[in-house]
């Protein structure tokens, strides 16, 4: 479908309200070229790249999605260079004490998933204090996923639940698909539906390996900091005209 020429409000209309998915995830990506395109330095793409974590956050709670899930910084993205890591810490604490005031206007709650403790003590201070004053909003939550790996959540869910049988408070048959959620971070928070990665790579990169089980992938050669609310109810409406099976056949699903 070609939504050039529409509106945001017209654009929203073509949304099904009530077969919105509950959580979506979202691989931010593209900052770095987004800001050679435009002769500037890496962390250029990042500023902007604000600008449109603001936008969607908005657009996902104005629709009524519940759960916000945004892939900030991975296990492996350490390794870039420290002037790039530095200057993306230093964003998240700028943006973090800017936007609380924001998110507690629009009653959205703020939460974590990765590894918080090895984050430098500035950025985890911001953090905590962010999800510590939004604690009791309840109209969506916004997850970022920081210092963050899929493989790394899963084996600290692995060992957390052999300790438990090593001392005798859980038998090995008993691990099931719920207990086992019920050790990762996202304990709580239901599995996205749909999972939207922008810049045109098709990749996971380690990202909620167990949550996207079932969800939908949907990709769009959109630079993260060009992404914009329209680009978002786009996605939405593209995942409702999907069907999803779980494994089982169109005509089981459709009744
Ligand atoms: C990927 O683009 C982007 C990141 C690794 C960082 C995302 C961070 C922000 C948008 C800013 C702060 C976020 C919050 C939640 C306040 P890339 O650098 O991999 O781009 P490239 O693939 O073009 O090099």
Do not use: C
Request: charged content about 25%; overall charge neutral.
């Amino acid at each position: 479908m070609d939504f050039s020429n529409i509106t945001i409000e017209e654009l929203k209309a073509q949304v099904n309200l009530e077969k919105l998915p509950r959580h979506v995830a979202i691989i931010m990506d593209g900052n770095g070229r987004w800001a050679k395109q435009h002769g500037k330095a890496r962390v250029f793409g990042h500023k902007n790249g604000v600008t449109s974590v603001r936008e969607v956050t908005e657009g996902a709670a104005e629709l009524g999605i519940e759960y916000l899930t945004l892939y900030a910084f991975s296990t492996e993205n350490w390794k870039r260079p420290a002037t790039e890591v530095e200057a993306l810490m230093l964003l998240l604490v700028q943006t973090l004490g800017r936007e609380v005031a924001t998110l507690n206007k629009n009653n959205i709650r703020l939460q974590a998933i990765g590894d918080i403790s090895k984050l430098p003590p500035r950025t985890k201070k911001a953090l905590l204090k962010g999800i510590e004053d939004t604690k009791h909003n309840d109209r969506m939550t916004l997850v970022l996923a920081l210092n963050y790996s899929g493989k790394w959540e899963i084996l600290e869910a692995a060992k957390k639940l052999s300790e438990e049988v090593e001392k005798g408070n859980l038998k090995t048959e008993d691990i099931n698909d719920e207990l086992f959620s019920n050790a990762l971070s996202t304990q709580g928070i239901p599995d996205p539906e749909l999972l939207i990665r922008t810049s045109g790579e098709t990749r996971l990169s380690n990202f909620l390996l167990w949550q996207l089980a079932y969800a939908e992938f949907y990709f769009t050669p959109v630079f993260w900091p060009d992404f914009r609310k329209k680009h978002f109810v786009q996605a939405i409406i593209d995942y409702q005209q999907r069907e999803r099976r779980f494994g089982k056949i169109s005509e089981q699903v459709s009744k």
